[in-house]
């Protein structure tokens, strides 16, 4: 990035209020943010009485070991007790927590008082193969209820989970095992995929040959598969169905581990971030009871992602289940076995909250209108949205056509080392922006600086950093605590600040918009132009559904735009689409940001959890072989395009 901080450049004016009835019904209004801002850490105190304590803590943080935090110091807690017992003891054992939906059309609903008997099960079973406090326990498994089971098992016992993605690679999952140096492997005969089954048993038994640290497998039986059995294999069926449903939770330090969690990270060796138990879950509890604005004798809520990710850690088991949530848990893809199947799910299970990614609601977009409209989506009272910026126009579309143009749309930022959600509107209090996440919320301090970490004033851009300590955040990267500091804390050092990796903006009113990661920032004749605005642009052409924006070298102007763009469906390529589009960005931004070459394709390069992968389509823009595919969703896609574009330096 050079001196110039980022260009501001797509307006936006269209504001969306709460309902009145939303507004006046909220968990959070707007008095929490002076409340926080008057005394943070007392704000966090209050948070943290959400949770049930074995022992008070006597200090709320401890910022001395500077940057790992400690939170809610000598406080004492167990996680799954939190998650689970309470709710039981409160009388509401009959509550559904979970209702799983299998892709094959089987349900299975669990209530509280089930998931209570089943992870004190799970526990039991874990310490019967030899799980202690501290150990740590990879899982490798498909989106189902004994997942969350088995997250909650080595809450229970002060054990600390590793969750490996399903789809990984044998390698990917023996190189987590053996950096975290984990005992004990979950996972599953195999899951149910797009019509067919997975064999994940042979991935698990590949990885953990020679995994010299893992003394059991634990596998649960899913599709009944025929699967290779060894001297280290236990069925989940004959072990936890044997055990006890007694189990007394044990109080552990408010800083014991909870899990390691390894960062797709796009380059280098992927980073298990740590991250413990009270100030972790203080904020997870405490950001999903305020975005989400959980009623849980009412809502019945729905994230979409996979609990291989943090959204699928922080949302859809420790978040929602201490707040005593109803959710949904779907194992398949969203067009199996077609393409409303989502909306199916929301109509059959009268979905309230839902969370999901732009690239799945891009993706919506794209396969039409019509769709969605077939389903009764009456329910949806709020809609969420995480992991990438989200086009302006994406969010109109998810507003309309998913919330009926009722709901409140929340867009969340966060990432796997804020360990919960940090930027977004409160749902019955901010008049939200399409595109923006809006402000930190109550209790999370943030704002966007320059090269040298000064302050940008309101309307200028540049990169986002975390000025104050949050309860959620990590506690480091297993193994390596320089990597800790070098990769956050050193680009800022003298102010203090954590360094996202992220470009913003902060608007006239001082409301915060994600720009993508640094590293994708363009600098085209000297102006620093985020691929986020000029692909938001494209996306506000009716007939795009999805773009993609690198800067290519260039001789005269440093780095040229390239675009790669997916028409919406029955979208004809007309010959004179690529002058209209290059004309609409344009208008839509200026002549700076006009892309020089613009490429329409059929797929882009995604990451498993959904994200473009830029880098490889840079590669493809400056005509040179293509990087590392390994973490790719889908390899054949990047054949596809290159094929398109033979020659992609010839204008
Ligand atoms: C990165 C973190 C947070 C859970 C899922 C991803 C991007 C995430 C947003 C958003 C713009 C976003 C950022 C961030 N990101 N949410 N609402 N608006 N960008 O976790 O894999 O650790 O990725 O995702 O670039 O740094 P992750």
Same mark, same amino acid.
């Given at each position: 990035?050079?001196n ?6 797509l ?36 948070? #943290? ?16 070991g ?10 004492k ?8 017992d ?22 299975? #609903? ?8 089943? &992870?004190? %099960? ?26 969350? &089971? #088995? ?5 229970? /016992? ?24 984990a ?9 149910h ?23 059991h497998?634990? &596998? ?10 060894g ?37 280098? %060796?992927?980073?298990g ?23 849980? $004798? ?11 990710w ?36 929301? +109509? ?20 039409g ?45 966060w990432?796997? $080392? ?10 019955? &209090? ?6 923006s ?30 000025? +104050? ?25 003298? +102010? ?11 608007? $006239? ?5 994600l ?27 009716? #007939? ?5 924006v ?22 004809? $390529? ?11 960005v344009?208008?839509?931004i ?7 070459? /613009? +490429? ?11 994200? /473009? ?33 033979p ?5």
């Amino acid at each position: 990035m050079s001196n110039e901080a980022l260009s501001n450049l797509l307006r936006e004016d269209r504001r969306f209020a709460p309902p009145a009835d939303f507004a006046a019904a909220a968990n959070v209004k707007a008095d929490a943010y002076a409340t926080a801002e008057a005394d943070r850490l007392a704000f966090w105190e209050t948070q #943290a009485q959400r949770l049930s304590w074995g022992a008070p803590w006597s200090e709320v943080l401890d910022w001395s070991g500077k940057p790992v935090a400690k939170w809610f110091v000598g406080g004492k807690l167990n996680v799954a007790y939190n998650c689970v017992d309470r709710h039981v003891e409160a009388g509401n054992g009959d509550r559904v927590a979970i209702h799983f939906e299998g892709e094959p059309g089987d349900s299975r #609903a669990i209530t509280y008082a089930e998931l209570k008997d089943e &992870v004190s %099960k799970a526990a039991n079973a874990l310490t019967e193969l030899g799980v202690r406090q501290g150990d740590r326990v990879a899982i490798y498994m498909p989106m189902i209820p004994e997942t969350a &089971v #088995a997250m909650l098992a080595c809450a229970r /016992i002060g054990a600390v989970h590793s969750v490996v993605f399903a789809a990984f690679s044998p390698d990917a999952l023996r190189a987590r095992i053996e950096d975290a140096g984990a005992k004990l492997l979950i996972t599953a005969d195999g899951y149910h995929r797009r019509g067919g089954t997975v064999n994940l048993k042979a991935n698990a038994d590949e990885a953990a040959e020679g995994a010299e640290t893992i003394e059991h497998v634990l &596998v649960v039986k899913r599709t009944g598969a025929d699967v290779a059995w060894g001297a280290k294999d236990v069925w989940w069926h004959d072990a936890v169905g044997a055990a006890s449903t007694e189990h007394t939770p044990e109080a552990f330090d408010s800083e014991n581990p909870l899990f390691i969690l390894y960062t797709s990270g796009t380059t280098g %060796k992927p980073k298990g971030i740590l991250h413990t138990t009270g100030g972790y879950l203080t904020q997870a509890s405490y950001t999903h009871h305020a975005v989400f604005d959980l009623k849980p $004798e009412t809502d019945v809520y729905w994230c979409t992602a996979d609990v291989g990710w943090v959204t699928g850690h922080s949302y859809i088991v420790y978040g929602p289940l201490s707040n005593g949530a109803t959710e949904v848990m779907y194992e398949g893809t969203p067009d199996t076995p077609h393409q409303g199947r989502f909306w199916e799910i929301v +109509q059959k299970y009268k979905v309230t909250l839902l969370y999901t990614a732009p690239t799945a609601i891009r993706m919506f977009a794209k396969w039409g209108d019509d769709i969605p409209a077939k389903f009764d989506l009456s329910s949806l009272r709020l809609l969420g949205s995480v992991g990438e910026p989200i086009n302006p126009e994406a969010w109109i579309w998810y507003r309309e056509n998913i919330g009926g143009g009722r709901t409140p749309v929340v867009d969340t930022w966060w990432q796997t $080392e804020t360990g919960a959600i940090m930027i977004s509107p409160l749902p019955g &209090v901010t008049e939200a922006k399409p595109g923006s996440a809006m402000r930190p919320l109550p209790g999370i301090s943030a704002n966007v600086v320059d090269k040298e970490g000064t302050i940008v004033e309101n309307g200028h851009g540049g990169l986002l950093v975390l000025d +104050q300590p949050w309860p959620s955040m990590a506690r480091g990267i297993w193994g390596d605590q320089q990597r800790f500091v070098d990769t956050y804390w050193a680009r800022f050092a003298e +102010q203090g600040y954590y360094f996202a990796g992220d470009g913003a903006k902060k608007d $006239e009113d001082g409301d915060l918009w994600l720009l993508g990661r640094v590293d994708d920032i363009m600098l085209v004749s000297g102006h620093n132009i985020s691929t986020t605005e000029v692909e938001s642009a494209l996306v506000s052409y009716p #007939a795009v559904a999805e773009a993609a924006v690198v800067g290519a070298k260039d001789e005269t102007t440093g780095q040229r735009i390239v675009a790669f763009v997916i028409l919406r469906a029955g979208q004809e $390529e007309t010959e004179d689409l690529d002058a209209v589009l290059k004309a609409h960005v344009s208008k839509e931004i200026g002549p700076i940001a006009k892309p020089k070459q /613009i +490429q329409i394709v059929a797929e882009l390069p995604k990451t498993r959890s959904g994200k /473009i992968m830029r880098r490889l389509l840079k590669d493809v823009a400056e005509d040179r072989a293509v990087g590392d595919t390994t973490t790719l969703a889908d390899s054949t896609v990047m054949d596809l395009i290159k094929a398109k574009l033979p020659h992609a330096n010839e204008d």
